[in-house]
């Protein structure tokens, strides 16, 4: 699934801005944290994408992800150490190959949902706020709750429906991927800023041309 789109930024929690090869950045929302995750590297040819080097990049990434949408969160929320934080690498690299087996309509080996469920141990402790009666988190936040968080997603999209809402971009030169949580389940595009603007180009100069 490797395209020739960097990882350039955020616009907001869990909407990370994409640069593609022609130079053109657009906003990507893939709708799921373990599908995010993807987004900061991986092993082999992804490894070009990769911005996480130390425990520290990832706590700052994570304030910034889809896990802020629920409750703000600070990269000094986190305590991740280095043993947790090479799980969570070792996690997002075998989901490179989960992802790629449920996205063609083949099941995940077992070895492979094996460390997912072995990941899903613990998660973060919910409390209630004591000043604004809202939901907050117990913190610090460990690497191995953050292992938790992401396992149990992909446990639920995997579950759920046999992992059918994973899609690959529909364009036949993008390869992002995300999690259908439109209401009609019908989401093909990335983003409609890039792909599915461009389809609509097409189409349109296709029944121009007839």
């Not at 992992?163 to 259908?180: K, P, Y």
Request: charged share 25%; hydrophobic share 35%; net charge neutral.
């Amino acid at each position: 699934m490797v395209s020739d789109t960097d990882y350039s930024g955020y616009v907001s929690k869990g909407t990370r801005v994409l640069t593609g090869g022609d130079g053109v950045s657009y906003r990507f929302d893939p709708s799921s944290l373990p599908l995010e995750l993807l987004l900061s590297g991986g092993p082999g040819p992804y490894g070009r994408f990769e911005t996480l080097d130390r425990p520290a990049d990832l706590a700052s990434w994570l304030q910034e992800s889809r896990l802020a949408l629920t409750v703000p969160v600070t990269a000094a929320d986190f305590r991740i150490r280095p043993a947790e934080f090479a799980e969570i690498q070792a996690l997002r690299d075998t989901l490179w190959l989960v992802v790629g087996e449920i996205v063609h309509g083949r099941p995940p080996s077992a070895e492979d949902l094996t460390l997912i469920n072995e990941s899903a141990a613990t998660t973060i402790q919910p409390k209630v706020d004591l000043v604004t009666g809202g939901l907050g988190w117990v913190t610090p936040i460990t690497g191995a709750q953050v292992l938790g968080v992401v396992a149990r997603e992909v446990i639920d999209f995997l579950v759920w429906d046999g992992g059918r809402r994973v899609r690959e971009c529909a364009a036949s030169d993008c390869r992002l991927v995300f999690l259908d949580t439109s209401r009609s389940r019908n989401r093909r595009w990335c983003s409609m800023e890039r792909c599915g603007n461009r389809h609509k180009v097409r189409t349109y100069r296709a029944r121009q041309d007839e």
